[in-house]
């Protein structure tokens, strides 16, 4: 547990006890970052019982409830976090909005609900998160995004939603650059089709054999990758999308 030290981590998208946001936020609590995290409807006993579970790991942890599609989010988020613990340094944006589409239903208000969780949520956040490092004595943070494999092979029925990640691979790319002078670095992740309890036993026994080794990936897969990205470990890793699939084949 020394790590992440003295590190204070924001994980957005942490509503229920099995996804990759909640893995997320006790790997690196497990390496002693204090962690902020938020959710969004989720069950009222929900962020009560997860704080005391990371708190009991031996870090400090409070949480936000908050609506990602509202254009102030990113500063509420920053503020909050900001009052509890001081300046984070690690963001990892893992909320996202996912609805099935296809060319026959796919409108407007399908395409602006996508884009502000997906798009603007994590390029506001992670803009913002920026400026205040750059303000500070701080000489090392992480932005990490996560995406879903939208450049490996088509997604039928989520044009909004693979359009809307492809932007964020586009962005962290890009924003790499910006920040690298900072002694921020900025990479995504792409943990592939990951059972978090939403899978059925139709969609396991389809899956599963194509994942080449052997087994469908669990949130813990993701979050042992994202507790590396925020460690000092990968200080000269930047600019990268890693697709951590466990040999997934998409044809």
Same mark, same amino acid.
């Given at each position: =547990?020394?790590?992440?030290? !003295?590190?204070?981590?924001?994980?957005?998208?942490?509503?229920?006890? !099995?996804?990759?946001?909640?893995?997320?936020?006790?790997?690196? @609590?497990?390496? %002693? @970052?204090?962690?902020?995290?938020?959710?969004?409807?989720?069950?009222? +006993?929900?962020?009560?019982?997860?704080?005391?579970?990371?708190? #009991?790991?031996?870090?400090?942890?409070?949480?936000? +409830?908050? $609506?990602?599609?509202?254009? $102030?989010?990113? =500063?509420?988020?920053?503020?909050?976090?900001? #009052?509890?613990?001081?300046?984070?340094?690690?963001?990892?944006? *893992?909320?996202?909005?996912?609805?099935? $589409?296809?060319?026959? !239903?796919? $409108? @407007?208000?399908?395409?602006?609900?996508?884009?502000? /969780? !997906?798009?603007?949520?994590? =390029?506001?956040?992670?803009? +913002?998160f920026a400026r205040r490092f750059q303000n500070s004595d701080k000489t090392s943070g992480r932005i990490i995004n996560m995406t879903s494999g939208q450049a490996q092979g088509p997604m039928i029925e989520e044009l909004a939603? /693979?359009? &809307?990640?492809?932007?964020?691979?586009?962005?962290?790319?890009?924003?790499? #650059?910006?920040?690298?002078?900072?002694?921020? &670095?900025? *990479?995504?992740?792409?943990? %592939?089709? &990951?059972?978090?309890?939403?899978?059925?036993?139709?969609?396991?026994?389809?899956?599963?054999?194509?994942?080449?080794?052997?087994?469908?990936?669990?949130?813990?897969?993701?979050?042992?990758?994202? @507790?590396?990205?925020?460690?000092?470990?990968?200080?000269?890793? &930047? %600019?990268?999308?890693? *697709?951590? +699939?466990?040999?997934?084949?998409?044809?």
């Amino acid at each position: =547990m020394s790590k992440l030290q !003295n590190q204070v981590a924001i994980v957005t998208g942490v509503s229920h006890a !099995n996804g990759i946001g909640a893995a997320i936020c006790r790997k690196l @609590a497990l390496e %002693g @970052a204090d962690i902020f995290f938020t959710y969004w409807q989720a069950d009222k +006993e929900w962020p009560v019982q997860f704080q005391k579970e990371l708190v #009991a790991i031996g870090v400090q942890s409070d949480y936000l +409830e908050i $609506d990602l599609s509202t254009p $102030d989010c990113s =500063m509420k988020i920053l503020d909050a976090t900001e #009052a509890r613990f001081g300046l984070p340094t690690i963001l990892i944006n *893992n909320a996202a909005h996912s609805l099935r $589409d296809g060319y026959m !239903n796919l $409108d @407007a208000k399908l395409i602006d609900d996508h884009y502000a /969780v !997906n798009m603007r949520a994590t =390029m506001l956040l992670s803009v +913002e998160f920026a400026r205040r490092f750059q303000n500070s004595d701080k000489t090392s943070g992480r932005i990490i995004n996560m995406t879903s494999g939208q450049a490996q092979g088509p997604m039928i029925e989520e044009l909004a939603y /693979v359009a &809307t990640k492809g932007a964020i691979s586009a962005f962290t790319l890009s924003l790499s #650059a910006e920040l690298a002078p900072l002694g921020i &670095t900025v *990479n995504a992740v792409n943990p %592939g089709p &990951t059972d978090s309890r939403w899978m059925s036993e139709s969609i396991k026994h389809e899956l599963l054999p194509k994942f080449l080794m052997g087994r469908i990936g669990v949130p813990d897969d993701a979050a042992r990758l994202v @507790a590396f990205l925020a460690s000092s470990e990968a200080e000269w890793i &930047t %600019g990268q999308v890693i *697709n951590s +699939e466990g040999g997934f084949l998409r044809r």
